[in-house]
């Protein structure tokens, strides 16, 4: 299985705070208007050893002036863009909450030949309730995480002579292999990287491999633009083994039952 990702907002660039340019730019920069370039440069490489090409962008939403955060997965299938073949970023952040509306209960999961595939997108992976969901509920083997993830945010505790400027990206890298671990899933994770064309700031880069051990497998430059290609990653494999020494689903559901008709789960009353 080959499968290239890109980041989050990959054929756009992200907001900024001039509403009034940034409206008018992104109305441009939707994934529909990108269509005649995905087919006819894109979907031809599909086949052999590439597979499927994962990007996001966004698209046009109902309410005028409004969007969705898609990804979308590119493949032989001319339907990338329909709902079920998608997945709509549920949790916005900031000014993103301007722009777009929330996928709500969207998921998305990608049986492939090597494993189950689901699908986050940025301030998503901070909710262990939607990584629950694709891990016990699901049972999907990875989670392809793409983002737009920034450096900066400063956190400062005086008292102990402690700060720091780029709190959001030493975030990035300490979740990624918590949430890992604790959902025993893979994560495939592709961040942007670099300054904002317009705005100047920072994303954190970072993209990698982690195991569903936690482990890092490969991590690529937090300052450069990199083409990290990754061989030999046996998805089914690795998590079974994981598995064999502590399967955090079978425990987890010793004391915690799945709610009638629904995704979350309840203590046990047994």
């Not at 980041?7 to 409206?23: A, N």
């Not at 937090?222 to 502590?246: S, T």
Request: charged share 25%.
């Amino acid at each position: 299985m080959n499968i290239g990702v890109f980041p989050e907002f990959c054929l756009s660039g992200y907001f900024w705070d001039d509403r009034e340019d940034c409206l008018a730019y992104m109305k441009e920069a939707v994934a529909e208007n990108h269509a005649g370039w995905i087919e006819s440069e894109l979907q031809p490489l599909i086949g052999g050893d590439l597979e499927a090409i994962v990007l996001n962008n966004l698209t046009a939403a109902k309410e005028k002036d409004r969007f969705l955060n898609r990804t979308f997965i590119v493949g032989r299938d001319s339907d990338y863009l329909a709902d079920e073949n998608t997945y709509d970023k549920v949790f916005l952040p900031g000014i993103e909450k301007d722009h777009t509306e929330t996928g709500a209960d969207d998921r998305l999961v990608l049986q492939t030949r090597h494993g189950r595939l689901g699908f986050t997108t940025c301030y998503d992976y901070l909710f262990s309730e939607l990584l629950r969901e694709y891990s016990m509920v699901e049972e999907v083997d990875a989670i392809v995480q793409i983002a737009s993830w920034r450096a900066a945010g400063g956190r400062d505790y005086p008292g102990m002579n402690l700060r720091t400027d780029h709190y959001y990206g030493e975030l990035w890298d300490y979740v990624m292999p918590a949430c890992s671990a604790t959902n025993q899933v893979w994560t495939i994770a592709c961040n942007a990287v670099g300054a904002h064309g317009v705005t100047g700031d920072s994303f954190w880069g970072g993209s990698g491999i982690w195991a569903p051990s936690g482990i890092c497998l490969i991590q690529a430059s937090r300052v450069n633009e990199e083409l990290v290609i990754v061989h030999n990653v046996d998805i089914e494999g690795a998590q079974d083994f994981e598995k064999d020494d502590f399967d955090y689903a079978f425990d987890f559901k010793q004391i915690y039952r799945p709610l009638e008709g629904g995704s979350t789960f309840s203590r046990s009353l047994s």
